[in-house]
């Protein structure tokens, strides 16, 4: 999984507002920054939609909000991000207490 891809979770994650869905458009927009849009497109397309905690729906996409996705998205995020697990839980409001529960 591309650094890119993590940055579309992050975004996600990030921004949504109690999984309100995002426009792929201004997704793009948020992750850009000096990057082709063409080349965000395809990762999103090819990477980020095909990752089973992101849904896509006609209003745009987005990261359910149920505490199922949050933990499958909080797991994914501490695999590929250096992001540290107190950043991951208040950026993701539906985990569970005991998360990450390593054992």
Do not use: C
């Not at 980020?48 to 933990?71: M, T």
């Amino acid at each position: 999984m591309s650094d890119v891809a993590a940055k579309f979770v992050w975004k996600l994650a990030r921004r949504h507002s109690w999984g309100s869905p995002i426009p792929a458009e201004q997704l793009i927009r948020l992750v850009a920054g000096t990057e082709d849009h063409n080349e965000l497109a395809r990762i999103l397309e090819e990477e980020v939609l095909e990752l089973p905690f992101i849904v896509q729906s006609v209003d745009g996409i987005y990261i359910p909000n149920g505490q199922d996705a949050h933990v499958e998205a909080g797991n994914w995020l501490r695999q590929q991000t250096g992001f540290d697990d107190l950043t991951i839980k208040a950026t993701l409001s539906r985990m569970p207490d005991d998360w990450p529960n390593d054992e």
